[in-house]
DNA sequence: TCGCGCATGTAAGTTGTTACATGATTTA
DNA sequence: TAAATCATGTAACAACTTACATGCGCGA
């Protein structure tokens, strides 16, 4: 259900499509909420169903026509409603960490590399919600409401990237007292 | 597919129930995956249908009888071939994170108050993770291999944690200095 | 000409949640 | 006597993933 309310979230700070929200939740978004374009576009065809949003279709030269979406006055109340209730938190469920509790089965080969490929991830991550703060949070006390609230959100990607890689780093010297050989 | 290999190595760490499997998500294993007490019974019937576990059943006086699940040489291999291969990591899909998302519709006091409660969830989560490294990991580097791994993921969980108390602290400031009400 | 970016979708399958269901014993 | 703990499940639904499907224009 919340991804319902992510899109109305999305579209509601910006109209777009359904390619543009794609977009958005693998990038700007990506601390914040996930989806695939197929959960994007049906979900938005419920939305519209609903009438929630509605839609523009615009035909386009030389590239395919699109639909931009955007938010009623049904779907910004049907927001405002989500938003003051309290939700859930969301379950943790890493099979990184599955991994280290198979204790003797596993190789810690196999550990390092899926490690380093993890750690090239959350480098890339963090360099660019790095990026982004620097372009446009570089003073956050003069934002506007809206602006000083998605700049928190961004801080909570950015400690938690600095996070798991301070913790790599104590992951990389634990493994790297080991035998490779599993057992 | 990952919540048959978190049973599966669970369970090769110390045989258990259902029940137990549940204490387990719920507390031990609170930091590396969560799963209800359905999802873990089908599984746990998918497994046994698949030759991946065997149970025992055992009869007790002033409790009910119980179901004892133990992993069998195929699940062994099972999960051990799934170690080797690489695991996509989980996508970030976070609630609250979307309500910060939404601006200039959200109210500050709701959003000061769902914080108030997650903090203290983390609080209380970060107090019984360190109890766990206190009591069973005092001095990782003489333990057996299987437990530093262990070790190991519990400090993802603990440095997740504290760093999630840091940015809450960075939350509670900037909404601090916000007007209470919306728009 | 091969692959990538733009742009939208359908169908089938798996995973996870919510609601319902039972029943004994211990603790407050 | 009411609630919590122990102990196991079924059924229905919602959410999410994976595979399939199309088609144009641009750059290497």
């Known amino acids: 259900m919340a991804l319902r309310y992510a899109l109305l979230a999305a579209l509601h700070e910006q109209p777009a499509t359904g390619y543009d929200l794609n977009q958005r939740f693998r990038t ?9 374009h197929q959960q994007i576009y049906r979900e938005l065809g419920k939305l519209l169903e609903l009438e929630m949003l509605r839609v ?4 386009q030269d030389e590239r395919p026509d699109k639909r ?17 209730e309290f939700q ?3 379950p943790t469920r890493d099979p990184f960490l599955v991994k280290l509790f198979a204790g003797d089965l596993v190789d810690i080969g196999c550990l390092r590399e899926e490690a380093a490929i993890i750690k090239a991830g959350w480098v890339e991550q963090l360099g660019y919600f790095r990026v ?6 570089r003073d ?3 934002l506007p409401r809206q602006y000083r609230l998605q700049h928190l959100a961004l801080r909570r990607g950015i400690l938690g990237m600095e996070s798991a890689l301070r913790w790599m ?7 790297g007292d080991m035998d490779t050989d599993s057992a």
């Open 28 to 36: 700007r978004l990506a601390n914040v909420w996930n989806a695939s």
């Open 56 to 59: 523009e279709e615009v035909s």
């Open 68 to 84: 931009v979406y955007e938010v009623t006055d049904k779907g910004i109340s049907a927001l405002a409603s989500w938003l003051r």
């Open 88 to 90: 859930p938190r969301p």
């Open 132 to 137: 982004i703060e620097n372009t446009y949070f």
């Open 140 to 142: 956050p006390q003069r």
């Open 169 to 175: 780093d104590e992951l990389e010297d634990g493994l």
